[in-house]
């Protein structure tokens, strides 16, 4: 028995080690690092400044002192709009809103203090596009626009071809859903959501899971808060892409409840008949409804928080089938010369011809139902320590 408990231990403690040594580079992808410098009206440094900054949906506060040469490093800072407040005794406190932080991001910051009264406040509601300098990789990164593009199907992958450099191939490989980026071969660019790998598989790593027959790629639009495609020189945390990267990072709750409905609805009856199907053919059916909705919010304020997701897909639609198929008379000569049953068995699976060609022939033409269905769901808590 005490054999067995040292070596649930062992186990134990192997997973928590594996798990703290991958921590760093996947924090990488799915937070932003912000770095400042303080000095004051003069550009003379200030060592001692106190550094707070508070993220504005989840209220998380971090908080930091220059060192002597007035410089300052906030690493693991979740991706989200934050507000600044800088202090030091002999200066006017800076309060900033809005400084917008995307996964994966480094920002360096120059900020000035004015002489004053630490009761004394200068507030910023502006700030100027952040720059990335730290990195040679390209990063484009749309955000809380991702639920307000209008794509066909809210389809993940027709969000990301919005990216220069970005296209779906004509002929992609394994069934799936593949895209290039900077010219690179189907299996040249990965796949991230919050930094752990979302590939349909290593050969492929295109968006569409089984086969290519998802109708949802890998979750809903609804529940993703940024989509980031990188490409260039690509840092190391994106080892094993050579053409780019994209990176998901899903929503999070926040301290106030949110939630959204949606609806996505087609039918025939909008639509035309084709003008290729025989008169005796009636219309081709459609039927399309893609449904769903979110709700986030606290558990415990400041602590624990919630968000989750579901959306649904439900299509029946027409499609035109047309082919050459034999005419009556050539069934019976086949039966004639082939008289099993299993001859009989594969004739009567095949339909009569009702545009006539000759006596051997004739074409078949019809409007068959094709039917589609997929759920997905997504659930999301997060907890802050401390």
Do not use: C
């Amino acid at each position: 028995m005490r054999n067995l408990w040292r070596l649930g231990a062992a186990v134990l403690l192997l997973i928590v080690t594996i798990a703290l040594a991958s921590s760093p580079a996947r924090a990488q992808v799915i937070t932003a690092t912000l770095y400042g410098v303080v000095h004051d009206g003069t550009g003379a440094i200030l060592p001692g400044v106190t550094v707070v900054v508070t993220h504005q949906g989840t209220n998380l506060v971090r908080e930091t002192v220059s060192d002597e040469r007035g410089e300052f490093a906030l690493p693991a800072l979740p991706a989200g709009p934050y507000a600044i407040k800088i202090e030091l005794a002999g200066f006017k406190t800076y309060n900033s809103q809005g400084l917008n932080l995307g996964a994966g991001q480094t920002v360096r910051q120059t900020y000035v203090l004015e002489v004053g009264n630490i009761e004394e406040s200068v507030t910023v509601t502006e700030t100027s596009p952040l720059v990335q300098t730290s990195s040679t990789a390209q990063m484009q990164t749309i955000g809380t626009e991702v639920q307000e593009i209008p794509v066909s199907r809210r389809n993940l992958q027709n969000v990301v071809l919005l990216a220069p450099g970005v296209n779906s191939p004509d002929n992609a490989v394994g069934g799936g859903r593949a895209f290039r980026v900077n010219g690179v071969g189907d299996g040249g660019s990965a796949i991230t959501v919050d930094g752990s790998s979302a590939q349909t598989n290593p050969e492929n790593r295109g968006f569409g899971n089984y086969g290519g027959q998802n109708q949802i790629e890998i979750l809903s639009v609804e529940s993703v808060a940024e989509v980031q495609v990188i490409k260039g020189v690509l840092a190391a945390e994106y080892g094993g892409s050579i053409g780019g990267q994209v990176n998901m990072i899903t929503r999070s709750g926040t301290n106030q409840f949110h939630g959204s409905l949606l609806e996505n609805f087609q039918s025939d009856a909008f639509s035309s008949r084709d003008p290729f199907l025989p008169a005796t053919t009636p219309k081709a059916k459609i039927r399309f409804n893609q449904f769903g909705g979110s709700l986030g919010g606290p558990i415990l304020r400041n602590r624990v928080l919630f968000f989750s997701t579901y959306e649904g897909y439900r299509e029946e639609a027409g499609r035109t089938v047309s082919d050459n198929v034999a005419t009556q008379a050539t069934r019976n000569r086949i039966l004639a010369a082939l008289p099993y049953p299993e001859t009989r068995l594969v004739l009567d699976n095949m339909p009569l011809p009702n545009q006539p060609i000759n006596n051997v022939i004739g074409r078949y033409t019809d409007a068959k139902n094709v039917i589609r269905r997929d759920n997905t769901f997504l659930g999301k808590v997060d907890f802050e320590a401390g």
